[in-house]
Structure formats: structure tokens, C-alpha cells
């Protein structure tokens, strides 16, 4: 049996336009980034960052009649949207039937876990931002940029 932590807290969340609610108690169960081919497409980003709450901690508490869901017969994963705004709200697995993953930037509160976990880290595109530094971009207040690498000069051996 596996043993839970004793709920300290309430973290609250919503979609986009606000018509679905939601709320698990604190802490989660776990967080990662997930950088699967299937969540990238799903939620139109490089990754999508989750947290997996214990379903007996998690409650709908507004619009359930706002929720569409969409089945993978592939995978037999199911995945529920906003039906007004589009929003991806939960993620559930057969092989975790007590558990419903939320898209970590749904809920506005603290969820008592840091997303330590990278699943599919093979997949991670080389577009995604990895954390290189970044300077302001002049002229353009609140836009900060990548930097061009300096070209290194070509060293001729033997020229001369």
C-alpha cells in the first residue's frame, strides 16, 4: 500500500477563459516535463510541464458540463479540453487509474512539488529553450534574445 502525505493545502486552477475550475489538495504527488511528440502537439509547446495529484485529492469545482475529452486509442490515454477555450486540463493513464496529471501552468497556487522529472528527454527538440543565456534586445523593452555565437577566425596552417 502505498502511503500518501497528509494534505497541507489547496492549490486552485481554471483554463484559460475561466468556465472550468478545478482544485487538488497540496502537496502533489509528483511533477515533470514532459517532452513527448504527444503533449508538445497537445499543448502547442516545446513541453508541457505536469503535476499528478492523487484523483481522491482532485476536484472539478466549476463548468464539468465544459469538459470535452478526447480518447488515444493508441496509447488509451485520455485527454480533456476546455470545450469553450481549448484549454488542455488533465491527462489520465490506464497504467495510473488513481492518479489525473494537470498542466502545471493551470494552477495559480503552490502544488508542494518542484518538477524534478524529465520524461522523453530523447524528444527534446532543438528549438526548445535549454537555459543559454540571454541579453535585452535594444529598442524593444521586455524582449530578451540568444545572442549570436561569435564566429571563431579560421586558422590557416601552413599559409606563408
Known sequence: ???????VGVSKGQCLC??????I???ARWAWH??????????????????????????????QTNISRYQDKATSTTRSFCT????PLFYERPRSPHMVNIPRALLTGRTGRQPLYHIAIEELQEWAY?????GPLKGFPGVVWQRSK???PIEHEGMF
Do not use: Q
Not at 500500500?1 to 494534505?7: L, N, W
Not at 499543448?43 to 505536469?50: D, R, S, V
Not at 469553450?84 to 484549454?87: A, I, K, L, N
Open 150 to 152: 561569435k564566429k571563431k
Open 84 to 87: 469553450h477555450c481549448g484549454s
Open 25 to 27: 489538495d497540496t502537496p
Open 1 to 7: 500500500m502505498t502511503k500518501t502525505a497528509t494534505p
Open 34 to 63: 514532459d517532452h513527448s511528440a504527444a503533449s508538445r502537439r497537445a499543448h502547442g509547446a516545446a513541453y508541457a510541464t505536469y503535476v499528478g495529484s492523487w484523483r481522491k485529492r482532485f476536484r472539478i469545482t466549476k463548468g
Open 18 to 23: 475561466g468556465k472550468v475550475g478545478f482544485e
Open 130 to 134: 535549454t537555459g543559454e543565456p540571454l
